[in-house]
């Protein structure tokens, strides 16, 4: 009697299943490669536009570069480098100040801010800077001047009954920050688009306005350096020249 074939296990053979894994992987993997390129849309439009032109359809078009996943990671990655490397700068310059507890380097998620007292920067009058404080404004403006962020002054007061000539808190506040922000305008030769102005009057206080030490404290200005950015007052968008249609 011949032999008979061994019954055959049921579902798939073993390998199968290995290789359809396998499989599977491997289209994964190059979908990955696929979603990771990029496409110059800058050249593929300035190309497009040339072919247009030959064929005398050529028009007035602004070429603006669509942000990418890589170009929003390198530039976030960029401005993190340059606000770490300003703030260990501004520490040196800011190094007798803040021992003396006149001044104070805060980091914060928009950026990091540079606390000083009213009394270091501004005249008893409040209407103009101390001698002193120009040589540190001066360096500070010739740290950012170069550089796209945005630069804020927020003028704050230690309480609610401003000395005259100012009618309220929030004419002071804003005026003494004011005076800084026209000093590193004019002196300092920082963009004005780049710069800000904030009164706060007294609605943050740092500490409790019950004390004239109190008060003292909370009256106070405060130089944010942001990682918002502003375009420079020569800043444009390319522009594809026009060509009047071919006369057919």
Do not use: Y
Not at 109 to 119: A, K, L, Q, T, Y
């Amino acid at each position: 009697m011949a032999n008979k074939c061994p019954p055959c296990k049921k579902g798939a053979p073993g390998w199968l299943l290995t290789f359809g894994d396998m499989m599977s992987l491997l289209l994964t993997f190059f979908i990955l490669l696929i979603s990771m390129s990029t496409m110059d849309k800058v050249k593929f439009k300035e190309a497009s536009g040339s072919l247009k032109d030959a064929f005398g359809i050529q028009r007035i078009q602004q070429i603006i570069p669509l942000p990418t996943g890589e170009n929003l990671i390198a530039m976030e990655f960029q401005q993190q480098i340059v606000l770490v490397r300003l703030k260990e700068k501004l520490e040196v310059i800011l190094e007798n100040n803040t021992d003396a507890g006149e001044a104070e380097l805060i980091a914060l998620d928009e950026g990091f801010i540079m606390r000083v007292s009213r009394d270091k920067l501004l005249a008893p009058d409040g209407h103009t800077l101390r001698p002193e404080a120009k040589p540190m404004l001066l360096q500070i403006a010739n740290l950012v001047r170069d550089l796209p962020n945005l630069v804020r002054v927020e003028g704050h007061t230690g309480d609610d009954q401003p000395p005259k000539p100012h009618a309220n808190n929030w004419e002071r506040s804003a005026f003494e920050a004011a005076v800084v922000v026209q000093f590193l305008a004019t002196e300092g030769n920082i963009d004005p688009q780049k710069l800000e102005v904030r009164g706060r009057a007294h609605t943050v206080p740092v500490v409790s306005n019950a004390t004239p030490t109190g008060r003292n404290k909370n009256h106070r200005l405060e130089i944010l350096l942001s990682r918002e950015t502003r375009p420079t007052k020569d800043a444009s968008l390319p522009v594809i020249a026009e060509q009047p249609p071919a006369q057919r």
